[in-house]
């Protein structure tokens, strides 16, 4: 598969969790998978993966991804800030997001060749090395001692199936980058080299590995002061799109895209509403939002591929309905945690509604005494999605890799 396809697959996660319960997730989940929290929006992250996929393929540049993630963000209403790592219209910021994900990818793609049999015996190691300069640069050696590295004549080379290469990295992943803005990559040691180096004997049998898929890294461990509030939580906001077993969250990331595509589990449970209160009130009063609060919602594989599936192709009076894609279904946890707009049928029936990028309005029938969906389906708008005049306006922002600044002192080019 191609980089751009390894992005296309990366994860979505549209999330129930503000800012503060995010601080508790470190590492795999935030740094690898494409997330929105409570106060973001996934369809910039719809969006922004779609771009990235592009850059890798070499259809966007980077000035082009710059210039149309701005553009996008504007429509959605979201403020300029002050042109550091925190605002997202700043050229720090979006080349964060672009080249960790592009180079995740690539690296990923470069990865899965150099660990087929064919490669592991011919290459079975290799080395740590940079690939681009940088004005300042990250002690890579300190780190490499510190996780277990071991230098041969003071370069740092492991095996390909060392578990140091996923211990130096933010990620999790064996293969680069490394670290945000990171200018390190790895080149192959043949056999031959690695045996005088002493990385490995002449007796040695060839490495072995298995195959990791891209999304594996998407694991995290839990901190134990307070692991239960943190399950509790987790479990709340993302039903079953995070299974938690003992102090380690992972992220069911082809949890939506697989029921669409008629396969996986055969329920999806997406965790309690969390929808604005002040938005519920406004739609139908007290009692309404009363009730949401603990209601939960749960997409079926049956209902996908009968009440969704008819509305997949165009339809509707005068074409007024658009098709809907994968991309539409993966929206469908961020419709339940917060939608645009909310509309009150009857006593156990509502309608979210979300608006599109692509002048499109998704709107998704829900049996609140079921806690089932029973219509999904998306019309065509005249006007430009923006920010809906809800509780949400003037305090909506948004976030593509990380939800704050990148810990460790990334600095744009300046470190790495």
Known sequence: MTAAEKI????????????????????????????????????????????????????RSASEFRRDMRTLLAKMGHPEGDGSLKDLYSDKRLDVLRETNVKQARGYAQWLEGTKEG???????????????????????????????????GRMIALKNDPIWERISRFGSAWPPFDFNSGMGVEDVSLEEAIELGVMGEDDPTPTMEAAGFNDGLEVELPEDGLAEMDKMLR??????????????????GLIRDMFDGKGEQNARLGKCL??????????????????AGTGLTITRQWMDTHGAKHRTPSGDA????????????????????????????????????DTLDGGTLRLGV???????????????????SSAKTANDGRRTFAVMRNSQPQGGGKGKEEA
């Open 319 to 354: 074409g007024t309905n658009l098709p809907l894609s994968e991309g539409d279904y993966e929206l469908i946890p961020s419709m339940w945690r917060m939608p645009d707009g909310v509309s009150v049928h009857s006593k156990h029936e509502i309608t979210l509604s979300l």
């Open 119 to 153: 490669a592991l015996m011919a290459f079975p190691a290799q080395e740590l090395v940079r690939v681009e300069a940088r004005i300042k640069t990250r002690d890579w050696k300190g780190r490499w001692s510190d996780k277990g590295g071991k230098f041969y004549q």
């Open 8 to 59: 296309l697959g990366k994860a979505l996660v549209g999330s129930g969790l503000d800012t503060k319960g995010w601080s508790g997730i470190q590492a795999g989940l935030r740094d690898r998978a494409f997330f929105s929290s409570q106060v973001e929006d996934a369809r910039i992250l719809h969006a922004a993966r779609q771009m990235c996929a592009e850059v890798a393929e070499g259809k």
């Open 275 to 292: 929808i604005d209160r002040d938005l519920l009130v406004e739609a139908g009063g007290e009692t309404l939002a009363d009730r949401m």
């Open 236 to 253: 709340e906001a993302f039903g079953d799109q995070v299974d938690i077993v003992g102090n380690k969250a992972h992220w069911n990331a």
């Open 367 to 385: 049996n609140l005494a079921m806690g089932f969906p029973t219509s999904f389906r998306k019309e065509r708008t005249a006007k430009a999605p």
